[in-house]
């Protein structure tokens, strides 16, 4: 399997442009995580979901924040309008669900981006 | 409400000491805990994980753990530090553990660990 595969890897915007980040999990993982990494706070969870369905989108920071997952394959992260305080790697990561063991989380190798 | 604290944002040892990297933990439920490693410019990497059963947890380039509820810790050793284990290593732990995905975790803010030759 390829791992969790993200694109772009590195996307620079203007303030105020609409910035679309793509994520296709592992096949045959029903879950499916947005995190973002920061200097200042580190590694966080924006929202999940569980068979196509968001199920906690508590941290995602504000409105110009949304995230869809149309089918089990792909799921978008967009911003919008972009602001220079949204740079940052964001990662999306994808796991099983299911009262086994081996469920942990994949991660992808994130996307860079810088807002300027 | 669970969270991770990492003692030491930055830990430096000669190639061939023991590595230890420092992980507490709060929970209100039995933990799930995880370490991940990041080699600079890539995704996190599972290194290791404890779920239930023996605490002493062995993963992936000779790492191992312990989990010691008493202390509510979970520290990251290895006997012996190689050139290629330099990185940012990241200690976790699971919102929940009652089954389900172990994907939804909270991060400390990790430890870069430099390995001088």
């Known amino acids: 399997d390829a791992g969790v595969i993200q694109s772009p890897r590195h996307e620079v915007t203007e303030m105020g442009q609409e910035v679309t980040l793509r994520c296709k999990p592992i096949s045959g993982h029903n879950s499916l995580f947005w995190y973002r990494q920061t200097m200042m706070r580190g590694l966080e969870l924006l929202i999940y979901?569980?068979?196509?369905?968001?199920?906690?989108d508590s941290g995602m920071p504000e409105d110009r924040f949304s995230a869809k997952m149309p089918n089990a394959s792909f799921s978008t992260l967009k911003i919008q309008p972009s602001e220079p305080r949204d740079s940052a790697v964001y990662f999306c990561?994808?796991?099983?669900?299911?009262?086994?063991?081996?469920?942990?989380?994949?991660f992808g190798q994130g996307t860079r981006l810088t807002v300027v | 409400a669970q969270s991770v604290t990492q003692l030491g944002s930055h830990v430096s040892v000669s190639e061939g000491a023991l590595v230890l990297l420092r992980c507490n933990y709060s929970s209100s439920v039995p933990p799930y805990l995880f370490w991940y490693v990041q080699y600079p410019n890539q995704g996190l990497q599972l290194l290791l994980k404890?779920?239930?059963?023996?605490?002493l947890v062995k993963g992936i380039n000779g790492f191992e753990a312990e989990f010691k509820k008493s202390e509510t810790s979970f520290h990251l050793t290895k006997p012996s530090a190689h050139m290629s284990d330099a990185a940012a290593y990241f200690c976790?732990?699971?919102?929940?553990?009652?089954?389900?995905?172990?994907?939804?975790?909270?991060f400390g803010k990790g430890t870069k660990l430099s390995v001088k030759p």
């Open positions: 976790a732990v699971s919102r929940s553990n009652y089954g389900g995905s172990q994907g939804n975790l909270i």
């Open positions: 404890y779920t239930t059963g023996a605490t």
């Open positions: 979901f569980n068979n196509n369905v968001p199920i906690d």
């Open positions: 990561a994808s796991s099983p669900w299911g009262r086994r063991q081996g469920t942990e989380a994949f």
